[in-house]
């Protein structure tokens, strides 16, 4: 299921940036306001770091975080960027010691242990990741993101009820929450909800028509209840979105398909 590491998974990472403290959006935008008056070049520093993350040049990015730190250390919101830029680097170890920072600046904004519990999944330290998870939701208990990648490290370590539940409570707190509700149906197979779970599938696809992952999804599930033509006219699309998908150990070590899926998937490139 979605994490958000590993070079190739640092392309499904949704990067949280944290802009102030106390964490809200007012005061963020506040605090960073506040900053822009006292020294314009801390206001650049922000763009420049934004506009790197954006473009994906995330070593740039922990560059321009890394100059905000020298005028600011005490920001919290810094730490937890920084860390950001460097999971999707892949440098894990160094992102746990930035957002160990962060939360240590600012004990109960939620984002550091969000962000925390995604690094402490690229490394395979799955109850960690839940315990981080589990204190973003004792401080945010409608944090849709928090509630999702639990259900990923939960379904890592083969709890499928549990993540099964935990991707339905993601989907109802953010019905447009796309991954969320892949995850659901990639779960949702895995634990013999078949119909279910294709019916799931067709929905997303309809609503997003470029979204690779459910029309692999698709051509697998159609493919093995022996609806070749339909599985094959999915492929087709997959193909030309991303390709990664023919790849399996990619979809069962970084996509992080369940068991299920990623046998469906096998049947399907092995024997069309």
Known sequence: MKARVSPLLAALLLVLLWLGIPLGSESANGA??????????????????????????????????????QRQPDNPALWSNRGNARVSQNRLQEALEDYAEAIRLAPNAPDPYLNRGTALEGLGRWQEAIADYERVLQLDPNDAAAYNNR???????????????????????????????????????????????????????????????????????????????????????????DPRYADLEWVKTVRRWPPAMVAALERFLSLR
């Open 32 to 69: 960073a306001a506040a900053s822009a008056k006292i020294d314009p070049e801390i206001d650049r520093l922000f763009e420049e770091a934004f506009a790197a993350t954006n473009r994906g040049d995330f070593a740039r990015a922990e560059a321009f975080w890394s100059q905000l730190l």
């Open 151 to 241: 259900g990923n490290a939960e379904a890592a370590l083969g709890e499928w009820q549990q993540a099964l539940a935990d991707y339905r409570r993601a989907t109802e707190l953010a019905p447009d929450y796309a991954f969320a509700q892949a995850n659901y149906a990639l779960c949702l197979y895995q634990v013999g909800e078949t119909e279910a779970a294709l019916r799931l599938m067709r929905a997303l696809v309809r609503k997003y028509p470029k979204f690779p992952d459910m029309r692999a999804a698709l051509s697998a599930v159609l493919w093995v209840q022996g609806r070749q033509g339909e599985a094959e006219s999915q492929w087709v699309a997959v193909q030309g979105l």
